[in-house]
């Protein structure tokens, strides 16, 4: 009863999927807005021929020899900036982002990690206890001491708000509650080892940090003696539509001292990856602590995950149009968009029961879409990236007819009209 089903007063039994579809047992047909793992489409065919290729031939831990570790490796390493070379494979996300910390603390030999409020970084006690999306909910413990939480850099409903704030630099304005926060900390007698960070917050409401965020925020941590962790496990990958992975958006110069991915990774296999330095690498090295995962970096999620950046590469990026970022109360950049449902515009009331109502009956028009954020009233939109023209068109039309019925007809005429602009 602890486990989250979609839709449980009516749930949703899946057999089969492709593309950018799902079918339940009935032969039903879902369009799907809300796998963003399946990256480049469920059982896309390259992929799925790579996995059964590797299968079929053999599977086992890397501690042995294999060409697809190191081509997968070398692939991976190639899409990032430089320094980001040495790369860690895990099984997933929540594994990636508690290698991520025991790298930071190893190479900086501090202990505390800055952390944004409603984020969300994994499943394990060591990512628990850095999550506000979790510690902060019904049956959450609260922060641990050595846990310092920053707000959320959101310019429509945070602390700094672009209607409470007009011409100012919110950036900076967000950014210098981290560079307090290291102050703080030191003033206290604690060390900052990390900042951790969603490249673009998904679980927190599809936010979006506004410009010059990561420049100062990088700046501040690392003269504080932390090193900076991007996480990009919800959003890499082309996600974003201009660049590979999502704090590129704030400046090709943005450079995290260790980046985590995961779920497309495998458009459904579990694989994901930490990337870091030489330097980091070698500090962790130094602790005398060998790292060995049962999994991580076997033949067969190498091949997946080759084959899964083959696709983005070859195929889908290409298809990919180019993006509006945050409009009113629509945000978002590629396939990550956040449609943020109020009661007023003026007050920015979250309307919390209207996308619950919109939801379901999203669903029984057959598109599955899902909402977040603080007060669970944003819409989130991360389908498959072969998502088509023409499923942009549809889901507009069914989002239209939803709202329609909900008597809400400005609040419907501005969501159609600029998810029809961003997509």
């Known amino acids: 009863q602890s486990c989250k089903l979609f839709y449980r007063s009516d749930p949703l039994k899946i057999v089969r999927a492709v593309g950018q579809y799902m079918y339940d047992e009935k032969g039903r047909q879902y369009l799907d807005c809300i796998n963003n793992v399946a990256h480049v489409g469920h059982c896309h065919p390259d992929v799925v021929k790579a996995a059964c290729d590797q299968l079929a031939v053999l599977n086992t831990n890397n501690r042995f020899l294999h060409d697809n570790l ?70 959450g413990s609260g922060k641990p001491e050595w846990v310092h939480v920053a707000s959320c850099p959101d310019v429509y409903r945070g602390k700094y708000r672009d209607v409470d704030h007009p011409g100012k630099d919110l950036g900076k304005m967000y950014a210098d509650e981290v560079r307090d926060i290291c102050k703080k900390a030191r003033e206290d007698g604690h060390t900052i080892a990390a900042f951790i960070a969603e490249s673009l917050q998904s679980c927190g409401g599809q936010i979006i940090p506004p410009d010059n965020y990561l420049c100062n925020v990088f700046r501040y941590v690392r003269e504080a003696g932390g090193v900076c962790i991007a996480d990009e496990v919800q959003v890499g990958f082309g996600r974003v539509g201009k660049h590979w992975w999502a704090f590129q958006l704030q400046g090709e110069d943005i450079v995290p001292d260790i980046v985590t991915v995961g779920k ?9 990856a930490v990337i870091t330095t030489v330097e980091i690498a070698h500090s962790f090295k130094e602790t005398g602590i060998e790292y060995f995962n049962t999994y991580g ?44 449902l109020v009661e007023d515009q003026g007050t920015r009331i979250p309307a919390t029961a209207k996308a619950q109502h919109i939801v379901s009956r999203m669903k029984e028009e057959y598109i599955l879409v899902s909402s977040d954020g603080p007060d669970r009233n944003v819409l989130k939109l991360k389908p498959p990236l072969v998502f088509s023209h023409e499923n942009v068109d549809h ?21 159609v009209l600029t998810v029809v602009n961003s997509v």
């Open 264 to 272: 497309p990774m495998g458009n459904g296999h579990p694989v994901a």
């Open 297 to 340: 970096g076997n033949p067969v999620s190498c091949a997946v995950a080759s084959a899964v950046i083959d696709v983005l590469e070859q195929q889908t990026l290409r298809q990919l149009a180019l993006k509006h970022p945050i409009v009113g109360d629509v945000r978002g950049v590629g396939l990550f968009i956040g449609i943020d």
């Open 395 to 415: 889901f507009v039309k069914i989002l239209d007819e939803v709202l329609t019925e909900i008597n809400d007809d400005e609040v419907s005429e501005t969501i």
């Open 70 to 139: 190191v081509l997968c490796a070398r692939k991976l390493t190639s899409l990032l900036p430089e320094p980001l070379s040495v790369c860690f494979f895990v099984n997933s996300g929540s594994e990636a982002n508690d290698l991520a910390l025991r790298l930071a603390r190893a190479h900086t030999k501090n202990h505390d990690v800055i952390t944004l409020d409603h984020a969300y970084h994994g499943h394990l006690t060591s990512l628990i206890d850095i999550s506000p999306y979790k510690f902060d909910h019904a049956g």
